[in-house]
């Protein structure tokens, strides 16, 4: 029943008497509020069960959002020509037919978010070729099957956030040649549709939001030359970037944030030279290597907040000289020093609170720039020394910076001669006690220039001391331990003279001893040798009825390991069966 409205007598008598008729030209469904100047239909939130009749024919916009619709027949909206804006959000959707949207040839946008379709059958779409944006976003779409979005060539802005997809099928978005922008977020998907994404030649922005996928594996993304901006958010099982997983791809934005990452994926970034923001907030990453960043030559913006940054390396951020934004918020850093940047003279925004900052001549730079610096409204804060615990950056004067800010250079503590005279085979310990503020570090160095490392026959224990284990006629030399800080280094040399003796021992095996045979020869080849001898003996042992046990090996050791003292004279040691 049609009903002679204000505002349909408004569209003049034509319509009225249309209207009144119950033909839909030029009229206005009952419980719909049109505009006829705006050519709007809006009857939105009316309790209607099904798609009313009685459209004007020249309607723009069809607002059908917040009804109880169910399904949309066949040709349902046929009439409206000139339709450009249709919404069906937020209504009981489980079913589209194919051919709903046949005749809206003009329609830009069409809205079908928070309804309950669970499969979209090939060709609801059909006849949509001026579609721009789409929205499917909070339905419970499982499968995108192949040729769905066919005909629309026009669509460049597709919405399938939060539906049940498990799968998209490879030529699921083929024809959509202009699409630029793709968002997905919460699907149930185990993989990356790579060969799903290819179709997609105009692709520029692509957001992929809550997916639990481990890993990004290797030409995740193939021939999306366009893409320029990737959102890989809250997938928190992601812990590895392949290293080639952006490979072909030529950003100039990408977060990769709220997931799993450890270390910062250098690698799989490494090619992005157009990159100008970088976000890998929330990961638990503890340190930004030096000299590893380089390549992101135009890299603007870096944000680390949330993370588990203990340390920013001196040259982590060389090579660039665009850069303006660094966020490392709420993250477990003491300082952050200057010479991480190429140059800090063009630094803009700095968030560095919610970190335990050591306020010493380290920070320096940054309090003397609290002034011109953006800290973004939040002020880094000191945490240590006591005497300037909690006080914000912003709260020191220029007079009290020289006092407040500063540090002691690093300082051997005993500086008396340590020179060791041994056999070889002993275990040497070398001293270097070390103080200042901040504390400093100490580097072991050999006369070759080796730096030596916590790990290895010859290694830097944690309290600074340099061991020296199995002491070896080539270990002889000077060994120079450096200690420093941001303030000043010290350093200390010590000698050790290693004596050979001969070396045709009889060794019991897996005895200590063999620890040196093992670190001289280099673990492989022992072990091989002593499997060789045990199979040589199994054999011995079967053919003569009786087991021997013990066996002598000559051996000449590799010259590279110099495992066999002068002049690579071999060796001989007897191994006992167990
Ligand atoms: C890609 O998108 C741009 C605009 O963003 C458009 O000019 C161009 O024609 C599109 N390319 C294709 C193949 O549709
Ligand atoms: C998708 O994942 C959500 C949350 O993990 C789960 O509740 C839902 O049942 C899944 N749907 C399918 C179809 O697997
Ligand atoms: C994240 O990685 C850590 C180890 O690196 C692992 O123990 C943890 O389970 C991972 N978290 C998730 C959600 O996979
Ligand atoms: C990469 O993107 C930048 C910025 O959008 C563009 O200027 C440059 O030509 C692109 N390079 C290649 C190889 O496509
Ligand atoms: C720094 O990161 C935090 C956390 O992601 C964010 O809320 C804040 O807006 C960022 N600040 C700047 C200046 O980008
Ligand atoms: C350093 O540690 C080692 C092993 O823990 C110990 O033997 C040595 O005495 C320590 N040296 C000093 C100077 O504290
Ligand atoms: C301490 O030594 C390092 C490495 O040799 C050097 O880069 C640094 O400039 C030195 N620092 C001072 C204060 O001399
Ligand atoms: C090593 O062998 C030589 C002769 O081959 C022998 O004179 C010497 O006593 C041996 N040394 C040991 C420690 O067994």
Known sequence: MKICTPSVVRWGAWSILLACLGVSAGGCPSRCTCRPEAK?????????????????????????????????????????????????SDNLISMMEVEAFQGLKNLRTLRIKNNRLKIIPVGVFAGLSSLRFL?????????????????????????????????????????????????????????????????????TRLRMLRIYIPSLPNNAFRRLHKLRSVIISSWPMLDTLGSSSLAGLNLTSLVISNCNLSTVPYAALRHLAYLRFLDLSYNPITVIQGNLLGDLLRLQELHLAGGSLLRIEPGAFRGLSNFRTLNISSNQLTTLEENAFHSVGNLQVLRLDSNPLACDCRLLWVVRRRLRLNFDGFQPTCSTPDAVRLRQFRDFSEKELPRLFTCRPARILDRRPQEARVEEGTNVLFSCKADGDPAPAITWISSHKNVFSPVGRIRVLPNGTLEVRYAQVQDSGAYQCLAGNAAGNDSLTVGLYVKGVPRNRSIPIFSDDTLIIATTMGFLSFLSSVAICFVFMFFWSQSKGQIKHTATIDFVPRSSMGGGGEGGEGGRFTMKLI
């Not at 978005?173 to 997609?200: H, K, M």
Request: aromatic share 8%; hydrophobic share 40%; charged share 20%.
């Open 40 to 88: 709007e239909v809006i009857c939105s939130g009316k309790h209607l069960n099904s798609v009313p009749e009685g459209f004007s024919s020249d309607a723009k916009r069809l607002d059908l959002s917040y009804n109880k619709l169910k399904t949309v027949g066949r040709r349902q909206f046929s009439g409206l020509q000139l339709l450009q804006e249709l919404d069906l």
């Open 135 to 203: 929205d499917l976003s909070q339905n419970e779409i499982l499968v995108f099957l192949d040729y769905t979005f066919k005909d629309m060539s026009n669509l460049q802005i597709l919405e399938a956030s939060e539906n049940d997809l498990v799968f998209i099928s490879q030529r699921a978005f083929f024809g959509l040649t202009s699409l630029v922008e793709f968002n997905l977020d919460r699907s149930n998907l185990t993989s990356i549709p790579t060969e799903a994404l290819s179709q997609l030649p105009n692709l």
